[in-house]
């Protein structure tokens, strides 16, 4: 059997007679089952039987399907070594239930058994590797064992190595019973241990010896030391002369030295890290030619920290120091990466040094050594692309009279150093970033007692009253940047050598103007758990030149990722989904990273724009073929590869990075937003959440991981902020709260909306009856308990946005009065809860519509229509918990009359009290419902109207004929006035009509 072709027809025995040979290739099964059956009365081979088994399993009836698990049942029973051909078939006819039943009770034994039986046959790797594949790692652990014990002595040295791999990769799985977790974690490290002391006794390793021969095998050995071992341990053997990351560093390999370096800084073992980053970087001194493989930027940032801990700080910055001068020494020698490596070391050293050192001398106040080594480095390097990111955390560092002096005394000498065109317009955009990242700094502000609210500081460079950031500050930048841009627009010289740099200027101007209009805009990061959309408190006009500006920008640089990202999330806030969709399809993001770019566009899409999930192809699909691919085995992808070729390391990240992508809050999203499109447009789910495959591993007490990668956004802020996409989001980004509440709202749409067949006519209808309302129930009280639990954890309300809260809060409470309701019969007295919890419903649907604005748009002011336009995620989920509440009173009510029905005598029907609030709640989400779809209604009736262009226009520039303010005046001049914007407000107008018009198209009942 090959690899990863496990379900392609098996091949029969060469003995096997061509007549059903090809039958059986051919799928004729009737014929396969008449001519096995004969051959097995002739022969009374087992193998004809199992033939005819297989056969019958691919007919159409239940019974024949079933017939090869009764086969393989049989055969785990019987304790003996079955036939692996045998086996072959049986595995392959059962297949389809592979997913359904455990293989390490059925299968997996019995290949477990017969390698046991037959343990140097060729074929038994074929049983590990099968094993391995529906990842039994009991099986699998037990025939790497068995076939080590049998070439124990034959030098082969895999099966050791594959047997301690599988034993520690057992260890740690769930398979692994807690009884017998202890016995294989001794057992792996007491392998590992004895391999290390050969390693260690041995004066000459064999490449047969079953010591730690190659670094796959030393990492191997230490990451279970870790796992398993003592810290003592675990230090006590990086000491050693064989197996510790010094002597690998000496041989080339650098894997165990980042490895220890990670551990040792989780322990904050300081000391032994100094010890060891200078050893390390000492190795390179030690040749006649002198090697930089150690001159690593993290082994200097790591020999720095630990230097400033020592408790001789002094002392040890000394060594740093002395260290680091050796290497400046020989620096001419190095290539471009490693010079760049001693520079940041430098800088990293100077700012580790005591404040004392630092002082300046009077006469030059400001002027520290930190400012020197910046102006330095910055000297040589700052038209490389990584300029800007190497120094911002260092700049950021600063003091204010360090940073005035700084960008008062040292850029502008560096400007009339360098006073060709070209550097000029690079260290202008320099300079204009990190004026950005000092308004994110709390050090350029002082406190001052102010009469005006929200001023108690004054800026230490203007000197204006202000709060973070100085949005006079952020003014002089603005109109910096942009006196820069039209000079670089306006010089043709300058524009033909664009092309030859790292990074077109014009892109960092444009990032700089941009977030500083946003800033000035209002837009900031969330302040409170039930703060409204972030943008019902921005400046309109403000923020649509920051967004226009950065548009512009891309027409310029349509190939720049960080800025489509940024322009991507800006326009799904603004809620133009359809732009934002015609920006993310050209970064053709492949399925292999789709988990970690994917939330990027596709989070809460279908709040925004459900229609762009609808009609045709989804464009969901790739996200989710993308997980259907990657975890249609239950085996880490590709781990048979990586256990072939001894790649240990590998398959333990395989492993980790399988575990997470099963519990990834990203496939957890597409599962949702997919369903929750189809629901808006009334269209039909296919199965219920819990019965999807990637929906399997699941549970409440699954802990999803959101891995959502931002590092290709565009970072101008400082440590002492968030970054740019924390206040862009529409929401708080993924976590494993909102999963949770999704998919348990998930479960709960499945119990209102199941349907029996049609064909459904149980005999004893009053049995099933009792026995469908108990089921019912026992489901609602699992939702209810896990809902309530999830709503309530103290994090719950900083992951959702404050309509979400609110929507998964009205799910939790009738999920509730469901299970109150449907409880309570005739008979029983009237349920005192349940008023108050239809109650606390009606509120929170009342909160959600209050927060809407159901006003025609074109009588608005035009905060309030750009914010109807903009915020859909509000009116969607005011329809969805309207149309919750409707449909679980409608499910109540549908119960009810059923037992109406069924029980004539009354007795089962339900309290006229629940009866009675169900038709209430009815009625006040129906009301909802209306007046909702109307907002909806107005808006499009809106839109459709004339004027709307010069309306953007006026909402983005001010009044035509007015005077404009200089911001506004910046931005006209960098995109062209008002008619360079026309085509831009066509397309946002466009996106806005596409969006509202698919809402238009949503079922409302």
Known sequence: MSSYARYARPALKSSVDVQLQTAFSDGNWNLVIRLADKRFKVLKDPYYEAIKICAESQLDGTADKCAVLVAIDELVRQKAAPDLDTLELYEWASADFLHGIDYSDALGPLRTRWVKANPKSPLAVQCLQSCLEYWDLVSAQQIAAALDKTYVNSGDRRYMFWSITLTFLLSISPQCSEQSRNVYCMLVLKQLERAADITENSAKLELTDRGLI????????????????????????????????????????????????????????????????????????????????????????????????????????????????????????????????ISIALLETTFRLPKPILTPSPDHKGLTPRVVQISLFLDHCFDKLSAFDDVKDYVAQLSFEEAKAFMEQVLPKMLVDKPDKLSQVILKSLNCKLQYLLTTCPQMLSHHPSMVEGNNYQCRFCANLSSLPCQHCLKKIILEASDTYMQIGADKELLKSIPRLDKDPRLDLALVMGTSILKLAGLRQRLSDVDPSPLRNVNPG??????????????????????????????????????????????????????????????????????????????????????????????????????????????????????????????????????????????????????????????????????????????????????????????????????????????????????????????????????????????????SNSLTSFIHLPETPSRLTSPEMTYYSVISLLSAALLTGISTTKADPAPKTLQLVTSSIKSALAGLRASLTVSTPSSLPMGDVFFSLSDMHTMSYARDTALAIKHSAAFVLAFHEKEVARDRSGKSSLHKDVVAEMKALEVVSTKALGEIKKHVQSLKEALGEGGWLDRMLEWTFGDEGEAEDEVTEAVSDVVDGRGGAEEWAGKVLESWREGVKGWGMARWD
Request: charged share 25%.
């Open 214 to 341: 190659t670094e796959e095998e030393i990492c191997l050995y230490y990451r279970v030391l870790l796992t398993h071992g003592t810290k003592e341990e675990f230090l006590t053997r990086i000491q050693s002369s064989r197996l510790g990351p010094l002597h690998q560093l000496k041989q080339g390999r650098k894997l165990l030295f980042w490895e220890t370096l990670t551990a040792l800084e989780n322990w904050g073992e300081w000391d032994r890290i100094f010890d060891l980053c200078h050893q390390a970087l000492s190795l390179g001194l030690e040749d006649e030619t002198p090697s930089f493989f150690t001159c690593d930027l993290r082994a200097w940032k790591a020999f720095a920290l630990a230097a400033s801990k020592a408790k001789n700080e002094e002392a040890a910055l000394g060594e740093v120091q002395n260290t680091l001068k050796k290497f400046i020494s020989i620096k001419s020698k190095a290539n471009a990466m490693y010079k760049k490596n």
């Open 542 to 783: 403000l923020f649509l030149q920051a967004v226009l500006l950065l548009d512009t920008q891309l027409r310029e640089t349509p190939s720049d990722t960080g800025l489509r990202l940024l322009l991507v999330q800006l326009y799904l806030l603004l809620g133009c989904a359809t732009y934002a969709h015609q920006l993310w399809v050209p970064m053709d993001v492949k399925r292999s990273i789709l988990d970690a770019l994917g939330p990027l566009f596709f989070d809460r899409i279908t709040s925004i724009s459900p229609g762009l999930i609808q009609g045709g192809r989804s464009f969901l699909e790739p996200v989710r073929m993308s997980y259907s691919t990657s975890l249609a085995d239950n085996c880490p992808l590709r781990i048979w590869d990586a256990f072939s070729t001894g790649s240990f390391s590998s398959i333990l990240s395989l492993t980790e990075y399988d575990s997470r992508l099963r519990r990834s809050c990203t496939l957890v999203m597409t599962l949702i937003e997919e369903r929750r499109a189809i629901r808006c447009y009334g269209g039909k789910i296919d199965s219920e959440i819990d019965d999807l495959p990637l929906a399997a591993d699941i549970v409440d007490s699954t802990t999803l991981v959101n891995k959502t990668d931002y590092g290709s956004f565009p970072n101008l802020e400082s440590l002492h902020g968030l970054p740019i996409q924390d206040f862009i989001r529409l929401g708080p980004e993924l976590s494993n709260e909102r999963a949770h509440l999704s998919f348990l709202t998930e479960q709960y749409f499945d119990i209102l909306s199941y349907k029996p067949p049609k064909d459904y006519r149980p005999v004893k209808s009053n049995e099933v009856a009792i026995r469908e309302r108990n089921y019912i129930l026992e489901c609602l009280d699992r939702l």
